[in-house]
């Protein structure tokens, strides 16, 4: 799917408007309106520019606008810090385009990365800005089992969880889980509209899912730095589990993610049970019978 920039600016600027009503920005309102949140004479009156100017600006046209009429912009729609910086993105990405530069290799984990991990406790897996998920530590592959061993390959969140019918099974709150996933890659690609893998997956994923689809029509942008996933694990059962995560600054677009549960929650039995599990030689695996033992004896 090719990046429209012009498109792309105008939906979000349209759809930021759409979700402001009068009474939130302090301005009157006189008799029945047609369209849903504020006017353009509106927004352009709060941010201190012309009707015409910010018409301008609502059909695409962001080249050469200043830092100090996006920020005015931004306080106008009330955009939140990750909508702040999707609309700095997108003005960036609106001077003349880059040459196209071939389709990137996959990154490689270094070694000292990869040793990072090992040594880590907890799970943990590193992620690119596609949300590839491209290394991990044992556990953090076995509390991922079901996105490694999908059929959606190489490993990626957004495929596993729009193409794989498995995922609304392993994401407790689906519908949550899949609409940050979106914001996120939403914010990707203002950051970066020229870049292909993005690109291709983006237009996969919107060839092959209504659900996708929806989601990245609404330019809903999200910055995924902490918080909590909710997950169903085939072996251990439900986890609640916080997450943290560190840009690998020598690794451009890398990301290592934690994962935790709070000191004797059923959460932290469980991924001690997991963590045992994954531990035991491959001639001397559980059965399934089996795990379910341990995990009743969790639930007790």
């Known amino acids: ?98 040459p196209r530069r071939r389709r990137p290799q996959q990154p490689r984990i270094r070694p000292s990365v990869q040793r990072i991990l090992d040594q880590l406790s907890a799970p943990a897996v590193v992620r690119s800005a596609h949300s590839d998920y491209l290394a991990a530590n044992h556990l953090g592959r076995a509390l991922y089992a079901p996105l490694f061993e999908s059929r959606e390959q190489p490993p990626n969140s957004a495929r596993f969880m729009f193409l794989d019918p498995a995922s609304p099974g392993f994401y407790t709150d689906w519908e949550q889980t899949a609409s940050e996933l979106v914001a996120h890659l939403r914010s990707e690609a203002g950051r970066n509209p020229y870049d292909r893998g993005l690109s291709d997956l983006v237009g996969e994923l919107a060839t092959r899912s209504d659900e996708f689809r929806i989601r990245w029509a609404a330019h809903n942008v999200r910055f995924h730095r902490t918080g909590t996933k909710r997950l169903h694990h085939p072996v251990v059962g439900d986890l609640e589990l916080s997450y943290e995560s560190m840009e690998l600054s020598a690794d451009n677009g890398l990301t290592l993610y934690v994962y935790t549960a709070e000191a004797g929650s059923t959460s932290q039995q469980a991924l001690d049970l997991l963590g045992s599990w994954t531990a035991t030689p491959v001639d001397q695996e559980p059965t399934p019978s089996a795990s379910a033992t341990k995990r009743r004896g969790i639930e007790q």
């Open 1 to 98: 799917m090719a990046v429209d920039k012009t498109s792309d600016i105008a939906e979000f600027l349209t759809s930021r408007r759409a979700r402001i009503t009068p009474e939130q920005v302090g301005l009157p309102t006189y008799g029945k309106r047609r369209v849903p949140g504020l006017r353009r004479e509106e927004v352009a009156s709060l941010a201190g520019v012309s009707i015409d100017y910010y018409k301008r600006l609502e059909r695409g046209n962001l080249s050469g606008v200043s830092d100090v009429v996006l920020e005015a912009l931004a306080r106008a729609l009330q955009l939140d810090e990750a909508e702040r910086a999707h609309l700095f993105d997108l003005a960036r990405g609106a001077g003349p385009p880059t």
